[in-house]
């Protein structure tokens, strides 16, 4: 049969490493990317065009970007912000941040975890959070290889917050500067185990590729110096001469058969009108979150009239995201000189993530990591001023002028909890650039994730006043549902009845097709997503090669 | 943008991010000619609704004072701002000010580097030390755009 063995759906993250692992089976692969690919002098550090005109991120997926609601009576509304995740190879991981945290153990059975402290009572009816199939032990071998692919940098972790690790970082941390060193001191008074934040950075030249520079403009933007552990097109084509690239070309639907599995996928090039049909034996949908949910929805037909991976009326339950936030500090009239480096450069306190401070009397369930770090970005940061000093005139003006150098901040993520009642489907009226739908997020909001919220924010504060912080502020709470760390629709699960993937990320459905990313994930955790989203797409990858040979 | 809007600009803007004795604010950075110029071109479906804006303002003024608002004093100008400072078009030109506050130069704001003199920025500094990413000592300043550097 002409056609391929696998087609993978982006090259993002989890597509790059996904085919990499294909490459050494010798299976033919074809990837698609439906946008570019760059090259570090690429990467200007100009923050107008990257952070605030989104350089990078204004494309298709800026244009298929999905509407919200809080409910099924509400009309869903196009959100004013953009999603900030991007079209290339490399994906959206070009312009992140890179830190790279493994899941804590306790966040592979945390529904279970939580019930087995607290009881039945702790966790709503609303609150659809649900243990992992898949435990840190399956996960760790894939840890462990990737921190050696991207050249990892970092220094173990407190244990019992990171889980035990068995290799030591490929490279050590990022360089410590004065306000690392700083609020790692405040953090230890304050009886807490503060450590070099992880970072998909190298620290050192590694395997050919660059070092940091701490360049100052590392968020938003590409690395000028080829420091970020992303991969390119060379990286994944193995030596075996069985893969494929091709570039600008993007996937508008799964094909199926008569037996409702996978045939190929349909495609559109850049510039062209007509779709293309592309034959494999499997597939490999890894176009983040909004986008594989949204092609499952739009691959209805045949025997799945209402979607593929839908016949159990799963698809799309269960989306989460992290609400993002920054507590800051005034360190009156000091230079902080946090201006330069990356967001990864930064102190991670873990003590407040997952379970590992007892909620007995806290009100939420959840919690999630908080970082001080470098890179305060000027443009980005210029907008959060403290309410002492007003939004603009002459009180603001002098914030500017005297206090905004002695501003240093800590940011930090919350984890929400998946609702009973939330739900990603095609929006009946919003179209994208080409017609097609694009995804509507029903939403309905938690209490518990404000407290979660509002929790982390106090501890923001705490850290930055034992830091020597004479004022400090933080930014309100508000939902991130268009986020690029996005969770669920399509979970993964044992039971067929209420998952839609089982613990190979594969379509309960259709097992030639599997789903990687956040889509798949039970529960939105509090940790950074990239390093376990691909350690599961190596996972499948691995199982896929089975599978076919 | 007409004349009068222009001006009108370029007095809500000087008093968003105002000069004083001790350091150059939004005139001397260029910054109104960087706001006309978003609203010109990246921004320019938001010109409208900001022209309208300030007519507005302008009329209020007006009627309070029976001058424009370029020629109130800048505490009633203040007081006027204040009234409105939750409509749309003050929120669009207080985020343009501050990017052309801040920006790099070679977008027509930020020019000469005033704006990151002011807060202290550094500037393009692609490559600090050590010691420059240390806590107390001013670090200098670095290339005044990323035209200048070679990546
Ligand atoms: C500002 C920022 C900071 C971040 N910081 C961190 C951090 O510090 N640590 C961390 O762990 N994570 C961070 N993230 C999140 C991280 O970027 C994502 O978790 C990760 O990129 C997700 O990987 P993915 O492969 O699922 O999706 P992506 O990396 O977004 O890749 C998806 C790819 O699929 C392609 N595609 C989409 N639709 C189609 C289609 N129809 N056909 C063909 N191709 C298609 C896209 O073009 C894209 O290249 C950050 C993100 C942002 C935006
Ligand atoms: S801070 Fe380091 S990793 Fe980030 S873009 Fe600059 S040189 Fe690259």
Redesign the interface.
Same mark, same amino acid.
């Given at each position: 049969m002409s056609g391929y063995d696998v087609v993978v759906v982006g090259l993002g993250a989890a597509g790059t490493i996904a085919t990499r692992r294909l490459a050494e089976s010798g299976l033919r692969v074809l990837a698609l990317e439906a946008g570019g690919s760059y090259a570090?002098?690429d %990467? /200007?550090?100009?923050?107008?065009?990257n952070q605030?005109?989104g350089a990078l991120t204004s494309g298709k997926t800026a244009a298929e970007m999905p509407t919200v609601r809080r409910d099924v009576a509400n009309v869903a509304v196009r959100p004013p912000f953009g999603g900030l995740t991007m079209n290339a190879v490399g994906g959206t991981k070009i312009h992140s941040g890179n830190g790279h945290l493994r899941l804590p153990p306790w966040q592979f059975r945390s529904r279970s975890n939580l019930l087995e402290r607290y009881g039945e009572q702790v966790l709503p009816p609303e609150i659809s959070l649900a243990d992992w199939p898949v435990t840190f032990d399956d996960v760790v071998p894939f840890y462990d290889e990737l921190e050696l692919v991207h050249g990892v940098s970092g220094e173990p972790g407190p244990e019992r917050f990171v889980g035990p690790r068995t290799q030591p970082y490929p490279n050590p941390p990022l $360089?410590r500067? *004065? !306000?690392n060193e /700083?609020m790692t001191a405040a953090a230890s008074r304050l009886g807490w185990t503060p450590f070099a934040t992880p970072a998909a950075i190298r620290s050192r030249p590694y395997g050919g590729r660059g070092a940091c520079?701490?360049?100052?403009q590392c968020v938003f933007n590409g690395c !000028?110096a080829d420091a970020k552990g992303v991969l390119r097109i060379e990286d994944v084509l193995g030596s075996r001469g069985s893969v494929e690239v091709r570039t600008h070309a993007r996937v508008t639907r799964v094909l199926t058969g008569s037996d409702g599995t996978a045939t190929g996928v349909e495609i559109v090039a850049d510039g062209s009108t007509t779709t293309e049909t592309v034959r494999a034996r499997a597939v490999m949908l890894a176009a983040y979150t909004y986008e594989n949910v949204r092609l499952l929805h739009l691959s209805a037909g045949g025997d799945h009239p209402s979607g593929l991976g839908n016949s159990t009326d799963q698809l799309g339950r269960h989306f989460s995201t992290h609400a993002f936030g920054f507590a800051f500090g005034s %360190?009156g009239g $000091? @230079?902080?000189?946090t201006?330069?480096?990356s967001m990864s450069q930064a102190v991670s306190v873990e003590e407040f993530n997952a379970d590992h401070v007892d909620h007995t009397d806290l009100g939420f369930v959840g919690g999630g990591s908080l970082l001080a770090m470098?890179e305060k970005l000027?443009?980005l940061m210029?907008?959060q001023p403290p309410p002492s000093a007003g $939004?603009? *005139? @002459?009180g !603001?003006? $002098?914030w500017?002028?005297e206090d %905004?150098?002695s501003m240093a901040h800590v940011h930090f993520w919350a984890d929400e909890m998946p609702h009973r009642d939330g739900r990603l489907d095609l929006d009946p009226t919003h179209v994208d650039p080409t017609g097609t739908p694009v995804l509507r997020i029903t939403k309905p909001l938690l209490e518990n994730d404000a407290r979660s919220f509002a929790y982390l924010a106090e501890q923001g504060h705490a850290w930055l006043r034992e830091a020597g912080a004479s004022e400090t502020w933080s930014s309100p709470y508000h939902p991130f549902d268009i986020s690029p760390h996005a969770f669920g629709g399509a979970r993964m699960g044992d039971d067929p009845a209420t998952n839609v993937t089982d613990s190979w990320q594969r379509l309960h459905d259709a097992a030639n097709v599997y789903v990687l990313g956040g889509a798949t994930w039970p529960s939105s955790t509090g940790t950074n997503p990239t390093p376990t989203i691909e350690a599961l797409a190596m996972r499948s990858a691995g199982h896929l090669v089975e599978e076919l040979s | 943008m007409d004349t009068s809007s222009q001006q009108l600009l370029a007095a809500v803007v000087g008093?968003?991010?105002?000069?004083?004795a001790? #350091?150059p604010?939004a005139h001397e950075a260029g910054v109104p000619d960087f706001v006309r110029g978003e609203l010109g071109g990246?921004f320019a479906a938001e010109q409208d609704a900001v022209v309208a804006g300030l007519r507005s303002l302008d009329a209020a003024a007006r009627t309070a004072h029976g001058v424009s608002f370029v020629d109130v004093s800048a505490a009633d100008q203040?007081h006027l =701002?204040a009234a409105v400072?939750t409509a749309p078009f003050f929120e669009m030109l =207080?985020?343009l #000010?501050?990017?052309g506050?801040?920006?790099?130069p070679?977008?027509g704001g930020n020019r000469d580097g005033v704006g990151?003199r &002011? +807060?202290?920025?550094?500037g &393009?500094?692609?490559?600090?030390t050590?010691e420059?990413?240390?806590?107390?000592?001013?670090?200098g300043f670095g290339g005044l755009t &990323?035209e200048d +550097?070679s =990546?």
């Open positions: 570090s002098t %990467f /200007l550090p100009d923050q107008l065009l605030r005109r $360089r500067s *004065g !306000y /700083l520079t701490y360049c100052g !000028y %360190f $000091r @230079e902080m000189n201006w330069t480096g470098m000027t443009m210029a907008r $939004r603009w *005139g @002459e !603001y003006k $002098r500017l002028a %905004f150098r | 008093r968003l991010i105002p000069g004083d001790a #350091s604010g990246h203040d =701002l400072e =207080l985020q #000010s501050i990017d506050f801040l920006c790099d070679r977008h990151w &002011v +807060v202290g920025y550094p &393009v500094v692609l490559t600090p050590e420059q990413q240390q806590i107390g000592t001013p670090i &990323v +550097v =990546l």
